[in-house]
């Protein structure tokens, strides 16, 4: 329900409330009254009518004592003249023995009823009489003498006229129905001398009883006006279409103006704070809405200035939200992160230091720092070197706490750090990670970012690599700090709030997520590109291999070997020693091959115990030395594993090669790749632990060109590279700092 409609219900609850209670009492009143009155003309004519019946009987009385007074001879003389002068309607002279002797003539039938006590039983009330005793003179009693007075409508209306009010004879000698010329209709029975109100008339019975034996019914009309009811409800009525009309008019006029200010409360929580609610009183409305236009005017003009904010610190944060969206450049998302945190604080110069493998912040971005070192000192980022715990920036690294403060200008803040007035540095610090067991033979597997033509697989993790700066890695688990964010002197002199240090440490927050985000993608293209378990590139990595140094050797008219490996019943290991020697045997494999070849040369686990080499700028020759000597460095070394029971034995394996070169066997890499395979199931088919060079494929008979002297296979077979500056005629000496 609106606000209108509550003030509303409340005026009509305020209002019709008194009027219906007022209404009720009114009616309630008139009918006590008129209940009241007409109670009181009852009483009083049922007093009149018990001295009616009562004079009415000591009249029978005196007319029955008339006739007992006279000679016996003279009774029925008195009796006819008692009648005939009216004092009673009837005489009934009767003797000792209860024998009639006489009677008036048009006696009403008998039985009489006595005046003096109640009726015996029940039926209709013919007559009242009175009985005297005949006695002669010595008192004794000779019989009695009856005076009686028909009951009938006369003597109804003789009583109606008496008392007043409408008399009815509930039980005369024709019923009911003998006072409908009285009453106009019958009225029912009433309780004894009790009031009742029937169809708009108050009724009293009166009778039957001792002195007055007529059944009596006494009623009078009621006094309240007809139509009662229906003003009271009209009043009513016009009482509330009035307290409507005037509450709506009241609930209008209250609520207009706050029906205003809502309406300008949701136009300004549109964004509309032009927004402005007309003062249409000086109360309290009136001072809610002059409030309300002071707050929208100011609200306006901080959210104008906020706008401008904004509109400087966006372009900024689209460069970084590029920038960290779009590269993987660790020293670019550096760069963006200081200039962007420089804006955002007003700062004059700052840095940031990440954490190396020795425990050391090592600057790697910096800006505005000229001028802060010695004079015999650099002022390069490699300058900032701080240990942890040593000095602001190191203190912040160990804690993982944000510092700011003052500093003494002629001296730096800590050790390795520049000189500056004032200070703020946040710690980079990403989510904890969950624990995962390294692989021990990622010790010898690739780098994140190996180019393709390094020898045999990626190189070991360096102090560029993984766990190095530039991926943090050991830093980074457990949540601890992976480096810090400094900035130095803020413009204008002031010293950082601590609304710079809560700015700062959700962007460092951020900035974190992004650094470490670098790193995981560095890791996973790794991954993405490497055997697990030896270390050497995969089958992924073979294809893009294959095709990039076939184009290459193409392009400047080399040659290209390809060596396809295979350990001698390997599944006899397997089913042997179990399969974790033979994963063991795999990985030394994998060890002593990276031994023998060139840094440029390519190695690749295909699958299982099938292995690639691709040899660049080497003809079938020099790829026939390098499988020679791949035989016998594993031909003549067993391999030390251990088995399902714990006991270390050495295991013989050999090694099968086939051999392909480009462009002599195909000119298409994955050609060669099968031809080569093809040579190995030669070489398996031979006995293995040999080697074979794939056949050269059926050429069609062509004219012979004059061709340079390096294009000549040579007469034993076997490709050759030709003069100095084609390829070499056998592999370089092994790299000894690899795989070793």
């Not at 005196?62 to 008195?78: K, M, Q, S, Y």
């Not at 001792?210 to 409800?233: E, F, K």
């Amino acid at each position: 329900m609106t606000l209108r409609g509550r003030l509303t219900a409340a005026f009509l609850a305020v209002v019709l409330g008194p009027v219906l209670l007022g209404a009720f009492l009114v009616g309630s009143a008139v009918v006590a009254v008129d209940r009241s009155r007409s109670t009181e003309r009852l009483g009083v004519a049922a007093a009149a009518v018990r001295t009616s019946v009562d004079a009415l009987c000591q009249q029978l009385r005196a007319a029955a004592d008339a006739v007992a007074l006279t000679a016996e001879a003279a009774r029925p003389g008195t009796a006819d003249q008692v009648v005939s002068r009216g004092l009673a309607a009837a005489v009934q002279v009767t003797d000792a023995t209860g024998r009639v002797t006489y009677t008036t003539p048009g006696a009403p039938t008998t039985p009489w009823w006595d005046c003096t006590a109640a009726p015996a039983g029940g039926g209709p009330v013919r007559a009242l009489s009175a009985r005297v005793d005949l006695r002669d003179p010595a008192g004794v009693a000779r019989g009695t003498v009856a005076a009686a007075w028909q009951v009938d409508t006369a003597l109804v209306a003789r009583l109606a006229a008496v008392t007043g009010v409408a008399v009815d004879l509930l039980d005369g000698p024709a019923g009911p129905a003998d006072a409908t010329a009285v009453t106009d209709r019958p009225r029912p029975a009433a309780a004894p001398d009790r009031v009742t109100e029937v169809d708009g008339r108050y009724l009293r019975r009166v009778g039957p009883a001792p002195g007055q034996p007529l059944p009596l019914l006494l009623s009078v009309p009621s006094d309240r006006p007809t139509g009662l009811y229906p003003a009271l409800v009209a009043a009513v009525l016009l009482a509330g279409l009035l307290a409507v009309l005037a509450a709506a008019r009241l609930a209008r006029v209250t609520t207009r103006p706050l029906v205003e200010l809502a309406g300008a409360a949701d136009r300004v929580a549109r964004g509309d704070l032009t927004a402005r609610v007309p003062v249409r009183s000086q109360d309290e409305i009136g001072r809610l809405a002059t409030a309300f236009n002071r707050m929208t005017r100011e609200t306006d003009c901080y959210v104008q200035a906020l706008t401008t904010s904004r509109d400087q610190l966006r372009s900024h944060l689209a460069v970084l939200g590029d920038t960290l969206a779009s590269t993987h450049d660790l020293q670019r998302i550096l760069r963006v992160i200081l200039h962007s945190a420089i804006v955002a604080t007003g700062a004059r110069a700052g840095a940031v230091l990440l954490l190396d493998t020795s425990g050391t912040l090592v600057g790697r971005c910096a800006e505005g720092l000229a001028g802060r070192w010695p004079d015999d000192d650099p002022a390069g980022p490699a300058m900032l070197r701080v240990p942890v715990g040593h000095g602001v920036v190191g203190a912040v690294a160990a804690t993982g706490e944000p510092r700011r403060g003052r500093a003494d200008p002629a001296a730096p803040v800590g050790s390795g750090e520049p000189r500056c007035a004032t200070y703020v540095a946040v710690p980079f610090t990403v989510p904890d990670a969950a624990p995962t067991d390294p692989d021990p033979t990622e010790a010898s597997g690739p780098g994140p970012t190996a180019p393709a033509d390094r020898a045999g697989g990626p190189e070991p993790d360096g102090p560029d690599g993984p766990d190095g700066p530039d991926g943090q890695g050991a830093a980074a688990g457990g949540g601890a700090a992976i480096g810090v964010l400094v900035l130095y002197d803020r413009h204008g002199g002031d010293e950082f709030d601590d609304d710079d240090l809560a700015t700062l440490g959700a962007f460092a927050g951020h900035a974190a997520v992004a650094v470490d985000n670098v790193r995981i993608h560095e890791e996973a293209q790794r991954l993405s590109l490497t055997d697990p378990l030896t270390g050497l590139w995969n089958y992924r990595y073979l294809r893009e291999s294959l095709r990039r140094e076939v184009e290459r050797a193409n392009r400047f008219g080399r040659m290209l070997s390809v060596l396809a490996l295979d350990l001698d019943r390997f599944k006899v290991v397997n089913d042997t020693y179990g399969h974790a020697a033979g994963d063991a045997v795999l990985a030394e494999f994998a060890h002593r091959l990276r031994g023998e070849i060139r840094e440029v040369d390519l190695a690749f686990r295909q699958g299982g115990e099938e292995f690639v080499l691709l040899l660049p700028e080497t003809d079938a020759r020099g790829a026939a030395i390098v499988a020679e000597r791949l035989g016998a460095v594993v031909r003549d070394s067993p391999i030390i594993v251990g088995t399902n029971t714990g006991v270390t034995v050495p295991v013989p394996v050999t090694v099968s090669v086939g051999i392909a070169v480009y462009p002599d066997h195909a000119t298409v890499g994955q050609q060669v790749l099968d031809a080569a395979d093809s040579a190995l199931y030669a070489a398996k088919a031979a006995g293995r632990d040999t080697y074979r060079v794939a056949e050269p494929p059926a050429r069609p008979t062509r004219k012979e060109i004059p061709v340079a002297v390096r294009a000549v296979t040579p007469a034993d077979g076997l490709p050759r590279a030709g003069a100095p500056g084609g390829a070499s005629s056998g592999p370089h000496p092994p790299r000894q700092g690899r795989g070793r």
